[in-house]
């Protein structure tokens, strides 16, 4: 070994300290039995002092915290299985049918058959469309939410909407009195006529869903001088079937003696969502779940349905003849039907095609929904915006005021009311909605020429 080395090394031994001494070279007063393992022994046990220097420093010191917290921070595989037993499936409730507009006045209007709760909601002084609820709901779980879409918010700034309640289906409602006969379908619909007298409207736009399209189609054939337009969802035009009738029965009784019971609970989500509504809604049908448990009045809803189940057929005809169309025997007003894919009436909604005047009815039928107001709000309320403006509701520029000489709106003719939709969009600020009158005119809208136009 070169005296250098060896040389520091023993200057190590000067200092006291014999770390390389006992590792390096031999020492005599040792005896040749000492192992080599004691010798290592000894090294460590003088470098642990150093070790304890070293922990001291705070630098270092900072990293071994910071492993050992990212060390115990880390999930295990027993973690992981305690963690996901804890997990538990909630159903958050996006919203809730209840009186939340404080710009709709409810009004009490009596009529001949009992009172009815009617909701006004817009300028009285505007055209009216009055609603009509189905089975189940009323005016506030069946259109609260639809005509505060945003689209609809917009087109209604120029109309005034009805919301009309059948008889003990209003919010809060009080059980009607045993000796109560309710109103057949037809007695339900001449009610509305108290209705109309009431608020003193001359016509109105009717907008009905199930059991209230097919209460407003009655009414339209009765009056018809009382409906400019209907827009029908899921109407039925014919009796019920023997299936239908036992169903409601069943449904009736179990109201009457039960309550709202799981097997009602059952056919309401049928008969308005259709089937497999939880898989792409699930929050929407635990919304209407809690709503029919809790809000609805059963005894109330058991003489609503019985009605209903008692329908007798429209008893309308489409007659292509023109001689024999002037007999009335289908809708004379115009008419859009509109039906979900999903919905359980897509075929009594052909059925009702199949019955109308295709001069001035259309069908519409809806993807990817069973319950159209709540599931596809966007698309019917475009398509009831191109059925007003298809019967006259049309655009007015503001560029051509009205004087006192001059009529508020001239009548049209097709080619120029086709002609008019297409006018330049520049043209489309500050717009109003007048009714035409047309007589002996026909638009049928198939698509949207001006999807652009805003239209309040």
Known sequence: MPAGIGASYRSLGDLGEDVYKSTTIVDQTQTTGQSVLESVKKAFSFASPKVELR??????????????????????????????????????????????????????????????????????????????????????????????????????????????????????????????????????????????????????????????????????????EKVNALCLINCVSTQSGWIEWAYQKMNVRHLRSQGMTQ?????????????????????????????????????????????????????????????????????????????????????DTVTLNGRLDPTNSSWMKISDCGMVLEEQPGKVSEAFRLFLQGEGYVVKSSRKPVTPTTPEVAPLSPLKMADYRLASLEELNHVCIKKIDRPNATIHITENPISEAVVC
């Open 55 to 224: 922990k001291k420093d705070p630098l270092i010191e900072d990293r071994r915290e910071s492993v050992s917290i990212v060390s115990s921070t880390m999930p295990s595989d027993s973690m992981d299985d305690i963690e996901l037993k804890n997990i538990q499936l909630q159903f958050p409730a996006l919203r809730y049918l209840s009186r939340d507009d404080s710009s709709v006045r409810e009004e009490r209007v009596e009529t001949d058959k009992g009172s009815l709760m009617v909701a006004v909601q817009g300028n009285r002084a505007k055209p009216a469309i009055l609603t009509y609820h189905d089975l189940g709901l009323n005016y506030i779980s069946s259109f609260q939410a639809f005509f505060n879409y945003i689209d609809m918010r917009v087109l209604l700034e120029n109309f005034c909407v009805y919301h009309v309640n059948a008889p003990g289906q209003e919010e809060g409602a009080s059980t009607l009195p045993e000796d109560y006969i309710y109103p057949s379908m037809d007695e339900l619909a001449e009610q509305l006529l108290f209705v109309l007298g009431h608020f003193g409207l001359k016509s109105v736009i009717g907008f009905g869903v199930g059991a209230g399209a097919n209460i407003l189609a009655r009414f339209a054939l009765t009056h018809p």
């Open 263 to 347: 097997g009602v609970l059952d056919y309401l989500m049928w008969h308005h969502f259709g089937r497999g509504t939880e898989e792409r809604n699930h929050d929407l049908v635990q919304v209407y779940k809690n709503y029919f448990e809790r809000h609805v009045n059963p005894t109330n809803l058991a003489l609503f349905i019985d009605s209903y189940v008692r329908r007798t057929d429209l008893n309308i005809t489409r007659e292509l003849d023109p001689i024999r169309k002037k007999e009335g025997l289908t809708l004379g007003v115009p008419v859009i039907n509109i039906t979900g894919a999903l919905s359980p009436h897509v075929d």
